[in-house]
């Protein structure tokens, strides 16, 4: 029980439901419905950062310190993202469902990846170079940042596919899908800026005594990093919103995915840790 | 006359055009894609500074592959001059655009919005209020709009109709509108505090259990052998590693340490990772924990055939020759490797034999053969035999009984100039990125049309925002009541 990993299960499972609640909801115009499922997943997140915090005081650190912390943490900030967006931001019934469906999808895929059996569950002892409190800075503000990023990713897949599919009567549910990626990823990439440039560099100066190697890691978070930035500026050309903004949101994503998980498989260097 | 005016007019525009083009927004662009795409490159293709055997990898890729990679310097992308090209011909996009917006953008902070024409219904918001003129109207929306942090609340009059249109205006976070610049200007100082990091000094001091308590020299204070490249003098008292109760897991690797800077004053420290020493401009890194075989003790067991037993037992340190009392031989270890499976087959000292399974000691076995001369015939030991009978007949055989092999720490330094500016850029970056996207520049707009209050808030000046204009219209209206019940 002090692991979490009881408390992540239980999370994992109120994902699920309050996707197949989320969905009812959608296909019948449900708004009790759409509530419960929120209920649903606000219990589930409750779970997840409850089992967060024992997790992390069982470790003795921020618990991001192999792939299945890291994919937990991932999927508390997909929902995370979700909570805060629809608590502060005006959204339109069909775009909240729309998300609602797609956020928990994706958090309940994570925390199904992290519980595969060939992912190990148990707390292992940090190795030196993890025994530090940037882990805390530089990783968690990535995290936050790229939970953001999610939801634009999320945004920008339905205005893709919304826009191959819906009428012209529908531009108004598109424009407030593309500006709610725009608005996901101003919030969240200076989180990515500070924990993952910011941060990231001045702890790596800290234990390897330089502060940037174009270690590969490094390297694909500056790319991911570049991505977003021709993102917001793109958008300053009219021109660039809409299907061109919305690929690069997609493109920025999946790069971010890639940092995360294909360069600690793919490409070793000092960043590498399963 | 006409033509050099004419001419000088020419030069004068086609300089225009390319700082036009040199700060323009699609250079950017341009610059950005191409910095990403070779740092994906970068990334992807391994690295000849951290990749052993660089070359022999690349020619594995074949001919072709091997002179594109090469040619085009794809195999230290970072370190090569097009991508240092790449990233000053951004450094000067970024210095020219930065320059033009700065001061279109201070006169935009310095004036007032001006009157629009069309306070968009769309966007807008609008509510009936009581029967009033917009003079009298500006001290109920001045207290409102304080209220929700606008400032610099001004009348401004349409141009066309001086006399009757009048509107209500006021602007928030206006100097958030230099909050793009600010993160460029961050950016260009980070570039700088890299370029100058290029000039980094950086080393690797390796640390031998011997060297426990020994003041190492600087340099700089005593030029001579084993001297340290550093302006302090250093001395190690100890180094080791901390494990997890209960567990062979490294906890954390540890020097301690004393420094005496240029004015003679101590610094003592327990460098450690991510607790580096800090002195004189450079840091001092725990880097590497490893092992010193080429001053391995070895301990033998002698064999006698003969007997069949074991006599003798002997201990001596790499390169140092015992003699076997009560025999006509001397033994001398001459290289240890504790896993014999990493070494290297190409290694020409490599006698064919080494056990791979098991820890195995090199060593020479010296005699007087008949005519009296010193023959040597070299072996390998392990703990379950030796190769001695394979090379010659002799009357004792060894086995490897035990073996220590001191430790040695790396300790890495490094000085890197310009760290502080870069550090510097970071925070005036993340000033600007709180400026751009959390402290919106916001315009107002307040007009009269008949009885009908009309409010228009736009962000950044351009995107209208109709919840905030719906949320000013009916606070203003609120206020408007208050005070009528107030008097009444």
Known sequence: MTDGVLLFDIAAISYLVAFTGFVFSAAFQSRSVELTANGVLILGWTAHSTGLVLRGFALGAFPVTTTYESLIFYGWVFALGYLVTITLALIPQRVRNALAIFISLLTALFMALASSPLRSTDIAPLVPALRSHWLALHVGFVFVGEGFFTLAFASSLLYLWGSRRRKETDTAYLERLDRLSYQAISVGFPFFTLGGLFFGAIWAKHAWGRYWGWDPKETFMLVTWLVYVLYLHVRVQSKWQGRRAAWLAVLGFLLALFTFAGVNFLLPGLHSYR | ?488
């Open chain 2, 1 to 488: 006359m006409r033509s050099a005016r004419s001419g000088r007019g020419r030069v004068a525009q086609g300089m225009t055009r390319v700082l036009a083009m040199l700060s323009s927004l699609r250079l950017a662009i341009v610059l950005m894609v191409l910095l990403a795409l070779a740092a994906v490159v970068g990334g992807i293709l391994p690295q000849s500074p951290s990749t052993p055997d660089a070359a022999s990898l690349y020619r594995s890729y074949g001919v072709f592959w091997y002179r594109v990679i090469t040619r085009l310097s794809l195999d230290d992308i970072f370190h090569s001059i097009w991508f240092f090209v790449l990233v000053e011909a951004f450094a000067l996009n970024l210095m020219l655009c930065t320059a033009r917006r700065l001061m279109s953008s201070i006169r935009e902070i310095m004036s007032s919005p001006p009157y629009r024409n069309d306070l968009n219904p769309d966007y807008g918001a609008t509510c009936r209020i009581r029967p009033t003129s917009i003079n009298d109207l500006l001290p109920t929306c001045r207290r409102v709009l304080r209220r929700v942090g606008y400032r610099r609340i001004a009348l401004v009059r349409s141009e066309n109709q001086p006399e009757q249109a009048a509107q209500i205006v006021a602007q928030r976070f206006r100097w958030s509108r230099l909050a793009p610049d600010v993160v460029h200007i961050g950016i260009l100082l980070v570039l700088l505090g890299a370029l100058l990091g290029l000039s980094r000094a950086e080393g690797v001091l390796r640390i031998g259990e011997s060297d426990r308590g020994r003041v190492l020299m600087s340099c700089e204070t005593e030029p001579s052998e084993g001297c340290v490249p550093l302006p302090f003098d250093l001395r190690v008292d100890d180094f080791g590693v901390d494990v997890y109760e209960d567990t062979v897991q490294v906890r954390d690797t540890w020097a301690q340490a004393s420094a005496w800077d240029e004015r003679g004053r101590l610094h003592e420290a327990r460098i450690s990772v991510n607790h580096p020493l800090y002195l004189e401009n450079y840091g001092l890194y725990v880097w590497l924990l490893g092992e010193d075989t080429s001053r391995a003790e070895i301990r033998l067991h002698v064999f006698d055939r003969e007997r069949n037993l074991i006599v003798l037992q002997v201990e001596a340190q790499i390169g140092e020759r015992v003699e076997l009392a009560g025999y006509p031989i001397s033994v001398s270890p001459i290289a240890f490797y504790p896993n014999p499976a990493a070494v290297n087959a190409d290694d020409p000292e490599d006698l064919g034999w080494g056990d791979l399974r098991q820890p195995s000691v090199r060593i020479d076995a010296i005699w007087r053969d008949e005519q009296g001369q010193e023959a040597v015939a070299q072996a390998w030991v392990t703990a379950s035999g030796s190769s001695l009978e394979d090379v010659c007949e002799m009357p004792v055989s060894f086995l490897l009984a035990d073996y220590r092999v001191p430790m040695t720490l790396d300790l890495r330094f490094v000085q890197s100039p310009g760290y502080g500016i870069l550090i510097a850029g970071f925070v005036i970056v993340m000033i600007g990125l709180v400026g751009s996207f959390y402290l919106v520049p916001t315009q107002v707009w307040l007009g009269l049309k008949h009885d009908q209050l009309e409010c228009l808030v736009n962000d950044r000046g351009r995107l209208p925002n109709s919840r905030r204009s719906t949320q000013l219209a009916n606070a203003i209206a609120g206020e408007l009541m208050r005070e009528e019940a107030a008097n009444d």
